[in-house]
């Protein structure tokens, strides 16, 4: 069974920089496409990155240009660099793995709150 577990999340300032981390257990999830969500209370998740088995990559338009997702396959770790951050960024941030390829994420790490002060 995998797990995941996230972690980096924090107060920042507005304009500051994090790395989250998701680290994944009981499987290895090189080949499977891995994303990063974020929800705040009283909105859907949304979906800010995900990355695939080839290290392609995806991006929600309102976090393009600021938001970096990355793999370490070494470390069966997915990353989300986010600079510039804003004060609409603040949201707990989920680690998600595709592992039937289906096209949708089956797995769901608990989340790690990020929050901006302005």
């Known amino acids: 069974q995998v797990q995941l577990v996230e972690s980096g999340g924090g107060l920042v300032q507005a304009g500051g920089s994090l790395r989250l981390s998701c680290a994944a257990s009981?499987?290895?999830?090189?080949?499977?496409?891995m994303g990063w969500f974020r929800q705040t209370p009283g909105k859907e998740r949304e979906s800010v990155a995900g990355?695939?088995?080839?290290?392609?990559?995806y991006y929600a338009d309102s976090v393009k240009g600021r938001f970096t997702i990355s793999r370490d396959n070494a470390k069966n770790t997915v990353y989300l660099q986010i600079n510039s951050l804003k004060p609409e960024d603040t949201a707990v941030y989920y680690c998600?793995?595709?592992?039937?390829?289906?096209?949708?994420?089956?797995?769901w790490g608990q989340g790690t709150q990020v929050t901006v002060s302005s």
């Open positions: 998600a793995a595709d592992l039937r390829r289906a096209g949708e994420f089956d797995v």
């Open positions: 990355i695939g088995w080839s290290g392609k990559t």
């Open positions: 009981g499987r290895t999830v090189s080949s499977y496409t």
